[in-house]
């Protein structure tokens, strides 16, 4: 104990300055993007691979731009955002019910738990035919997978989420003769709160991954879609372009529900 | 009764009676036309359709592609991401700058860039492989450094007071005691690798077990697909237990 | 302090092993500063037991820290026979207050580790950790993992790895700290023990007063922040003592002399994180 203490006092002395850290942490982030962006338009102008492989970043700039302006990039943006938004909606609503359903009972967890558990990182893709068979081609089947690719996450998340809550919260809620209700009001929801929107936020991540690429493989619209479209093409500034803005979004998309959820990445 | 539901066997045994009972009840509901027999095939078609697949599709040569691809993917993994993640962890200043990065990596959808190299190296097995590397490095590399970053100073300081080399710790000290948790995003990292390796060989109909579910769903032999899905579920499956199993193995503490 | 150490020297016409000559060490610069050791001598004679004894606070884990050598940046000499120490000496082997064995080595390689490093052939490296290994009593538990055995046992572990690399001096930080009363106890006879058999210099740090009285020879009884050195008290029980000596009177004596001296210390260090807490309460 005597070594924690002073160790503690003795830190506070060294604690200054973590305005040069920032500083350095940037121009180290800097560099490196610049070292990146430098070496890649000097391949691409040396003619040393393939042009179309690395296109300059000037092109890949302007390509950015076009799709920006293009109202088939927002169309197509809006079909999968809403099957990624029903996705999560239906897979997460599903994942948290049998998630508390697994987590509550140590029956059901023992008869039923372990299906879940080596079933959720299985590739989901490959259920894709089966879902077009069920749903068709259009974006209910894009829908269905990524719900069943979500839900393995959120359902994994809850249980285990209402597993570790501490056993004395639960002790002291009973001490006070709380009500289930009450119970599951003041104790089990803002214990598993945090485990929880931690599985919806990798469960967005899922679904995603999941939707966008049940679109390359068969769609007639959405984000998925269009990559393969410009792909047919081999308009590869495009391509990049096209990626780098789906990168970007599902980056932001990831950011937001942190941040509304209060967990972080 | 209250002693019955306790007994963990009687749950187990509960779970598969459920899952042989669903099975039952599909038969019978679709050979009572409850359920149209042209979305699901019977169950017991299903199983029958198991050995066709196995003996007429040339399963063997198909798991031995995908196997192929796998290990490669899976070795280039860990050559590439735990000297990075040891760089990252001896490098402060660089960690601080990247490691931002390489967590948003694990969450974004990379896979996606498979075109990008379908139009590199075409179809074929190095677009998996390369496609499958980047989306299995990032788990590794995080891992890495969090497991050298946790090991206890108290450690470090034996090997001080001992007065190893740089070399000597990291190899007798630092690495040993970060194994576990290295290893964990080796886990990580081989199921992401697995999702992809299969994904894209289903996505580009090139290769192994990904290519026999999409050939019958395009020859649109149902009960097939449904068995060769099945098929690679089970294979999947007895990966992640073998990991598991090696990873208990590496973490024998309590 | 001055006069403490020069008297011990007197007394005693053995040249010291280890001298701790005006040591300082103050962390921080300018109002937020914290001196930690406050110009500390003492000195340990070859097969002697010391014991520095003080109050949480009192700087006794950075004076271990800077006579193993893991704190390089202090004023004042640590001289191993008349060398100024830079680094970990090889002449001072370390056990930590923390567990410290290697949780993927059994305990005979957790023991054989020194050796291993010094290149030792395998028989003889083999051989001499067993024989260390039934020095602190784990006789039969060679093959087992430390996630096998008690919090006591795995101390022991530590002991018998340190000690097998045959140091000169032996440093110890609180290695009892996280055992229970009873285990306190016999382990201190295990020590006291071994350390008769090999007469092993050993520095002990500690803040439990019946674990130095117990073992020590000498006990250097520090002040709170700043750690300065307030009192050398020299035990004269008789050897080879067992853990029964604490129901001595003589022992009892020992105690409350030695309590009357860190009560007061103690006291101000309880009082000085008081006043810290409440200092956070208000500002938080």
């Known amino acids: ?265 | 009764m209250g002693k019955l539901l306790n007994s963990r066997a009687f749950a187990i045994s509960t779970g598969v009676f459920t899952v042989v009972g669903v099975f039952v009840l599909l038969e019978v509901l679709l050979r009572i036309g409850a359920i149209n027999k042209y979305i699901v095939p019977l169950p017991s078609q299903v199983i029958m359709s198991l050995e066709r697949i196995i003996f007429e599709e040339n399963i063997m040569s198909r798991v031995a592609e995908t196997a192929y691809e796998m290990s490669v993917s899976c070795a280039a993994v860990i050559v590439i991401g735990v000297p990075i993640g040891a760089v990252l962890y001896k490098w402060v200043a660089l960690r601080r700058a990247v490691l931002d990065w390489v967590a948003a990596m694990a969450a974004a959808p990379l896979v996606l860039a498979f075109p990008l190299f379908l139009v590199m190296f075409g179809r074929s097995s190095t677009t998996i492989i390369v496609m499958s590397v980047i989306t299995g490095l990032a788990p590794i590399i995080i891992k890495t450094t969090e497991g050298l970053l946790a090991v206890r100073p108290v450690l470090i300081n034996v090997g001080k007071s001992l007065k190893l080399t740089q070399q000597q710790m990291f190899w007798k000290i630092l690495l040993p005691a970060a194994m576990p948790t290295i290893f964990s995003g080796i886990r990580l990292s081989w199921t992401f690798v697995l999702i992809s390796v299969v994904g894209i060989e289903f996505l580009i109909n090139l290769g192994g077990l990904g290519q026999l579910i999409n050939d019958l769903a395009e020859r649109y032999d149902l009960p097939g697909t449904y068995a060769s899905i099945g098929f690679v579920i089970v294979v999947s499956v007895i990966f992640f237990v073998l990991l598991e199993r090696v990873e208990t193995w590496l973490r024998p503490v309590k | 302090m001055t006069e403490a150490s020069s008297a011990a020297t007197v007394a005693s016409a053995t040249q010291p092993q280890l001298v701790i000559d005006n040591v300082f060490k103050q962390f921080g610069e300018g109002p937020g500063a914290v001196i930690a050791v406050d110009n500390v001598s003492f000195d340990v004679k070859p097969g002697e037991f010391v014991s520095v004894i003080g109050p949480s606070g009192c700087g006794k884990s950075t004076l271990f820290n800077i006579i193993g050598g893991l704190l390089d940046e202090y004023s004042g000499n640590v001289m191993i026979e008349r060398e100024r120490i830079a680094g970990p000496h090889k002449a001072v082997g370390m056990v930590f207050q923390e567990e410290s064995t290697f949780p993927w080595r059994s305990v005979m390689d957790n023991v054989a580790f020194p050796l291993e490093l010094q290149g030792v052939a395998k028989s003889e490296r083999l051989d001499r950790a067993a024989h260390f290994i039934d020095l602190v009593g784990l006789k039969g538990f060679e093959k087992r993992m430390p996630f096998e055995l008690s919090g006591g046992m795995r101390q022991r572990v530590s002991i018998a790895r340190t000690l097998v690399s045959g140091p000169q001096i032996l440093l110890m930080d609180e290695p009892f700290a996280a055992l229970d009363e009873q285990t306190r106890l016999l382990l201190g006879d295990k020590i006291t023990q071994i350390q008769q058999e090999l007469h092993q210099t050993t520095l002990l740090i500690t803040h439990n007063l019946t674990e130095a009285v117990q073992l020590s020879d000498r006990i250097v009884v520090m002040t709170y922040r700043p750690g300065k050195v307030k009192r050398v008290v020299n035990i004269d029980l008789p050897r080879p003592r067992t853990s029964d000596v604490v129901s001595s009177d003589a022992f009892g004596h020992y105690v409350a002399e030695i309590w009357a001296d860190l009560r007061e210390e103690a006291s101000r260090g309880m009082q000085d994180s008081e006043n810290m807490q409440r200092g956070r309460a208000r500002r938080g």
């Open chain 1, 1 to 265: 104990m005597a070594a924690s203490g002073e160790i503690r006092t003795a830190t506070m002395g060294f604690r200054a300055k973590p305005n040069s850290m920032a500083r350095q942490t940037n121009i180290i982030r800097i560099a490196i993007v610049l070292i990146i962006a430098v070496s890649w338009e000097a391949l691409s102008r040396s003619g040393l691979v393939f042009k179309d492989v690395v296109p300059s970043l000037f092109s890949i700039g302007a390509a950015i731009g076009k799709l920006l302006t293009l109202p088939a990039f927002y169309a197509n943006l809006q079909v999968t955002a809403w099957e990624i938004f029903l996705s999560l909606a239906i897979g997460s609503s599903l994942g948290i019910f049998v998630g508390i359903l697994l987590g509550s009972n140590r029956f059901m967890s023992f008869a039923y738990e372990h299906y879940v558990y080596y079933l959720a990182p299985t590739p989901r893709i490959i259920f894709f035919p089966v879902m077009i068979m069920w749903f068709g081609v259009g974006i209910a089947s894009k829908i269905a997978l990524g719900a069943l690719s979500c839900f393995f996450t959120v359902a994994l998340s809850t249980a285990g989420g209402m597993r570790e809550i501490d056993k004395v919260l639960i002790r002291v809620g009973k001490s006070f003769r709380a009500t289930p209700m009450q119970m599951g009001l003041k104790i089990y929801l803002p214990a598993m709160r945090v485990p929880v929107l931690n599985g919806i936020r990798l469960g967005f991540g899922t679904a995603t991954v999941t939707c966008l690429l049940a679109e390359t493989k068969l769609s007639n619209q959405g984000l998925g879609y269009m990559i393969m479209q410009i792909y047919s093409r081999f308009d590869m500034p495009s391509l990049y372009g096209l990626l780098i803005i789906v990168f970007v979004v599902a980056g932001i998309g990831n950011l937001i529900l942190g941040k509304v959820t209060g967990t972080s990445a």
